[in-house]
């Protein structure tokens, strides 16, 4: 068996999902969870790909909120908590890299809503339970369980046709949240955002 076959990892508290064409495991992960309204979350830039798992899901689509932003600034997080309740979601599905993975993670926090993550880039932060948010121009850092994403799919087609700039980038990511890791308390920690 190699890993292009795939596979099913249970641990941590996240279950996580590996392979090829693994996109198409999100309907059942969400109905797994016992849901039937997911917020499907991107940035602008991967609208397209998020209203096409909307497409997809079908009726488990309650809606698609598209304006993630990378830092996770509070004012987006409060508007897409926003549109969680106005479209009557039960859970959130994030597709996209650590901007719209943060956002589940905001939107988690506030409302108690279970995410199911859908990386294209492989930088770790779908498996922390970290959670930093922006708000005038600062960046707080928080640690909490109910942060970490319920369900982690990795696509390994969603990533074939990352540019390589971007495969060293969110390498380097995955690399500075590992030490995030050892440093991060349960504690709030602020910095300045570049």
Do not use: W
């Amino acid at each position: 068996m190699s890993l292009l076959d795939g596979f099913t990892f249970p641990g941590i508290s996240s279950r996580v999902i590996f392979g090829r064409g693994t996109l198409g495991q999100v309907g059942p992960e969400v109905a797994r969870l016992g849901h039937t309204a997911a917020l499907i979350l991107s940035t602008p830039h991967q609208a397209v790909e998020a209203r096409a798992l909307a497409a997809a899901l079908g009726p488990l689509a309650a809606g698609v909120f598209t304006d993630a932003t990378m830092h996770t600034p509070v004012e987006v997080s409060e508007a897409a908590v926003a549109a969680y309740q106005a479209a009557g979601a039960d859970c959130v599905v994030a597709v996209g890299g650590g901007s719209a993975i943060g956002l589940a993670k905001a939107i988690a926090l506030r409302t108690g809503a279970d995410q199911v993550v859908v990386p294209t880039i492989c930088a770790g932060s779908e498996m922390t339970d970290i959670l930093g948010e922006t708000a005038g121009g600062r960046k707080t850092t928080r640690r909490d369980p109910a942060i970490r994403p319920e369900v982690v799919i990795y696509d390994v087609d969603l990533t074939l046709t990352l540019p390589a700039q971007m495969t060293v980038t969110s390498a380097l990511n995955a690399i500075a949240h590992g030490v995030e890791v050892l440093y991060a308390t349960d504690g709030i920690h602020r910095c300045s955002v570049l």
